[in-house]
C-alpha cells in the first residue's frame, strides 16, 4: 500500500472539518512534544487604503487558527507564524505589521503560545539548492523541525498552480526572489521553486480551499466559494491532488514535473492513496492563464473594448513579482483611458527575455531589466523606460502619457487603492465574507 496519503474534506465551518482531514491524512503525524514547528500561510498583498478581494487570494485565519490549534495540542512546543508579504519598498515594515494586526495572528499568537514573523525583516540562511545556485532561505524556517505549508486552493498565471510548494518561495529574500525569475529557460520561474522544499525541514501541506481562485495568484483572478480541505504529510502529493482539483493534471504543471522527476515520483497520482472525499467529486476546472488574443499581443477584454495602436503581450515566467504588481495597473490603467481612437503603434515589453517588434513607432520598456536589456536596441524607434526595480509608479505614469496614453494619474499616485476597483464583483454576494479573515 502507497506510503503517501492525501485526505480530502468539505470545510464545514467547525474546526473538526479542519481537523479530521489532516488526522485522516496523518499529516502531522510526525510532530510530538518538543517539536519546533515553522506554519507558513500565504498572504500575497495587503494595504489599508482599501477594501479589496482577499478571497482564494489570502490563506483565511479560520483555516489558519485550526491549524495552530492542532499543533498545540499535538504538543509542539515552539510554533512561529511567518509569511515575507511583498512591499515595493524595502524598508516597508508597516505594511506587514498592519496585515498580521488585522488578519488576526497577533491574537492567534497570544492565544496558543506562538509567534508572529515577518520574514523579510530576516536573518536569512545562504543554502546552496542546486550546482552553482544558491537562494537565502529564512533563518526560523530552516532552524525549524517541521514546516506546515498553509495555501489557499488557486490557480497562477505563470505556475499554473500555487499550493503547498510555491508557497515556500514566500520563505525567500527579495534579491532570491527575483532570482527565480530568470532569463536562463534552465533556472527559470518552475525550476527553481522546485529546488526549495529540498532545503527545507520535513513538510506537510493543508491547502485552504474555503474559497479557490483562478487566474491567480492576485486579486485580478476570480474568486469561488468551494469549501474544500487537502491535507498530506508529503507536499508533493497534496499539491498535485490540488492541481487535479483545480482541472490541471500534474504532469502539465511544469513544477511539479520537476519534483516528481526529481523524487523519482509519478505524475498520475497512482502511488497516493486518497481517503475522505473522492478526487472526481471535487474537480471544478480553474482557468489559470488570461485571454489573449490569438497573436497573443492583446488581453482578449481590450480586443473586446475596441482597442487599437496597442501592443502588449502577455507577462512570461521572467517577470518577477515586484514588477508585476505595477504591470496590473498600468493594464488596468489603460484599460480605464481607451476612448476610441487609436494609439500611435505603441508596444510595452516587461519582465526579462522580450525582444520589441520591429517597425512599432513607441516602444515602452517596463522595469529596470527591460532598460538595460534594450538600452540601445537598433529596432527600437522611440524607447520610453520605467525604471527602478521595482518600476516606480510615477515614472509608469509619465511612460505612458509620453506614448500618448493619456491615463488617470489616480490610479499610480496611490497604487494601494486601485485594487479597491476589482471589489464590484463581489459586493452583495453572502458567500464572500471578510469574516474569514479574522479571529474573534
Given at each position: 500500500?502507497?506510503?503517501?496519503?492525501?485526505?480530502?474534506?468539505?470545510?464545514?465551518?467547525?474546526?473538526?472539518?479542519?481537523?479530521?482531514?489532516?488526522?485522516?491524512?496523518?499529516?502531522?503525524?510526525?510532530?510530538?512534544?518538543?517539536?519546533?514547528?515553522?506554519?507558513?500561510?500565504?498572504?500575497?498583498?495587503?494595504?489599508?487604503?482599501s477594501t479589496f478581494p482577499k478571497w482564494g487570494m489570502i490563506t483565511t485565519s479560520r483555516v489558519l487558527e485550526e491549524v495552530v490549534a492542532h499543533l498545540r495540542d499535538r504538543g509542539a512546543e515552539s510554533i512561529t507564524i511567518g509569511e515575507g508579504?511583498?512591499?515595493?519598498?524595502?524598508?516597508?515594515?508597516?505594511?506587514?505589521?498592519?496585515?498580521?494586526?488585522?488578519?488576526?495572528?497577533?491574537?492567534?499568537?497570544?492565544?496558543?503560545?506562538?509567534?508572529?514573523?515577518?520574514?523579510?525583516?530576516?536573518?536569512?540562511?545562504?543554502?546552496?539548492?542546486?550546482?552553482?545556485?544558491?537562494?537565502?532561505?529564512?533563518?526560523?524556517?530552516?532552524?525549524?523541525?517541521?514546516?506546515?505549508?498553509?495555501?489557499?486552493?488557486?490557480?497562477?498565471?505563470?505556475?499554473?498552480?500555487?499550493?503547498?510548494?510555491?508557497?515556500?518561495?514566500?520563505?525567500?529574500?527579495?534579491?532570491?526572489?527575483?532570482?527565480?525569475?530568470?532569463?536562463?529557460?534552465?533556472?527559470?520561474?518552475?525550476?527553481?521553486?522546485?529546488?526549495?522544499?529540498?532545503?527545507?525541514?520535513?513538510?506537510?501541506?493543508?491547502?485552504?480551499?474555503?474559497?479557490?481562485?483562478?487566474?491567480?495568484?492576485?486579486?485580478?483572478?476570480?474568486?469561488?466559494?468551494?469549501?474544500?480541505?487537502?491535507?498530506?504529510?508529503?507536499?508533493?502529493?497534496?499539491?498535485?491532488?490540488?492541481?487535479?482539483?483545480?482541472?490541471?493534471?500534474?504532469?502539465?504543471?511544469?513544477?511539479?514535473?520537476?519534483?516528481?522527476?526529481?523524487?523519482?515520483?509519478?505524475?498520475?497520482?497512482?502511488?497516493?492513496?486518497?481517503?475522505?472525499?473522492?478526487?472526481e467529486s471535487l474537480r471544478a476546472p480553474h482557468p489559470h492563464s488570461f485571454p489573449y488574443n490569438k497573436e497573443g499581443t492583446l488581453p482578449l477584454p481590450m480586443v473586446m473594448a475596441g482597442v487599437k495602436g496597442l501592443a502588449y503581450r502577455n507577462?512570461?515566467?521572467?517577470?518577477?513579482?515586484?514588477?508585476?504588481?505595477?504591470?496590473?495597473?498600468?493594464?488596468?490603467?489603460?484599460?480605464?483611458?481607451?476612448?476610441?481612437?487609436?494609439?500611435?503603434?505603441?508596444?510595452?515589453?516587461?519582465?526579462?527575455?522580450?525582444?520589441?517588434?520591429?517597425?512599432?513607432?513607441?516602444?515602452?520598456?517596463?522595469?529596470?531589466?527591460?532598460?538595460?536589456?534594450?538600452?540601445?536596441?537598433?529596432?527600437?524607434?522611440?524607447?520610453?523606460?520605467?525604471?527602478?526595480?521595482?518600476?516606480?509608479?510615477?515614472?509608469?505614469?509619465?511612460?505612458?502619457?509620453?506614448?500618448?496614453?493619456?491615463?488617470?494619474?489616480?490610479?499610480?499616485?496611490?497604487?494601494?487603492?486601485?485594487?479597491?476597483?476589482?471589489?464590484?464583483?463581489?459586493?452583495?454576494?453572502?458567500?464572500?465574507?471578510?469574516?474569514?479573515?479574522?479571529?474573534?
Amino acid at each position: 500500500m502507497s506510503g503517501h496519503v492525501v485526505a480530502l474534506g468539505r470545510y464545514g465551518g467547525d474546526p473538526n472539518s479542519v481537523r479530521s482531514v489532516i488526522e485522516r491524512a496523518g499529516a502531522f503525524e510526525r510532530i510530538g512534544p518538543g517539536a519546533k514547528v515553522f506554519v507558513k500561510p500565504n498572504v500575497v498583498y495587503w494595504t489599508t487604503e482599501s477594501t479589496f478581494p482577499k478571497w482564494g487570494m489570502i490563506t483565511t485565519s479560520r483555516v489558519l487558527e485550526e491549524v495552530v490549534a492542532h499543533l498545540r495540542d499535538r504538543g509542539a512546543e515552539s510554533i512561529t507564524i511567518g509569511e515575507g508579504i511583498v512591499t515595493l519598498r524595502p524598508d516597508d515594515r508597516e505594511t506587514p505589521r498592519g496585515a498580521f494586526e488585522s488578519l488576526g495572528y497577533n491574537t492567534l499568537a497570544a492565544r496558543y503560545g506562538a509567534k508572529v514573523v515577518n520574514v523579510m525583516e530576516g536573518p536569512f540562511e545562504k543554502v546552496p539548492v542546486a550546482d552553482g545556485i544558491t537562494l537565502n532561505l529564512s533563518t526560523h524556517a530552516v532552524e525549524s523541525d517541521f514546516i506546515v505549508s498553509v495555501p489557499p486552493l488557486k490557480t497562477h498565471a505563470q505556475t499554473v498552480v500555487s499550493l503547498g510548494i510555491k508557497n515556500l518561495k514566500g520563505l525567500i529574500d527579495r534579491p532570491s526572489r527575483k532570482k527565480c525569475h530568470s532569463a536562463d529557460p534552465a533556472c527559470d520561474l518552475n525550476a527553481m521553486i522546485a529546488l526549495i522544499p529540498g532545503r527545507l525541514p520535513p513538510s506537510a501541506t493543508v491547502i485552504d480551499g474555503v474559497y479557490s481562485l483562478e487566474r491567480g495568484p492576485s486579486f485580478f483572478g476570480s474568486a469561488r466559494r468551494s469549501d474544500i480541505i487537502i491535507a498530506s504529510a508529503d507536499t508533493l502529493s497534496a499539491d498535485m491532488a490540488g492541481a487535479f482539483i483545480l482541472g490541471h493534471p500534474p504532469a502539465t504543471v511544469p513544477h511539479l514535473v520537476h519534483c516528481a522527476n526529481r523524487t523519482g515520483r509519478p505524475l498520475d497520482l497512482s502511488d497516493v492513496r486518497i481517503e475522505g472525499e473522492k478526487l472526481e467529486s471535487l474537480r471544478a476546472p480553474h482557468p489559470h492563464s488570461f485571454p489573449y488574443n490569438k497573436e497573443g499581443t492583446l488581453p482578449l477584454p481590450m480586443v473586446m473594448a475596441g482597442v487599437k495602436g496597442l501592443a502588449y503581450r502577455n507577462f512570461d515566467l521572467s517577470l518577477c513579482t515586484y514588477c508585476s504588481h505595477i504591470n496590473g495597473a498600468i493594464l488596468t490603467a489603460i484599460t480605464y483611458a481607451w476612448k476610441g481612437k487609436p494609439w500611435d503603434d505603441v508596444e510595452v515589453l516587461t519582465g526579462k527575455v522580450m525582444e520589441p517588434t520591429p517597425g512599432k513607432k513607441k516602444t515602452i520598456l517596463l522595469g529596470q531589466c527591460m532598460c538595460s536589456r534594450h538600452e540601445n536596441n537598433p529596432l527600437i524607434n522611440e524607447a520610453i523606460k520605467i525604471e527602478g526595480c521595482p518600476a516606480d509608479p510615477e515614472d509608469a505614469y509619465r511612460a505612458l502619457r509620453a506614448a500618448g496614453i493619456a491615463v488617470s494619474k489616480g490610479i499610480f499616485k496611490n497604487l494601494d487603492s486601485f485594487p479597491g476597483l476589482l471589489m464590484g464583483k463581489y459586493r452583495r454576494r453572502s458567500e464572500f465574507e471578510d469574516a474569514f479573515y479574522s479571529i474573534d
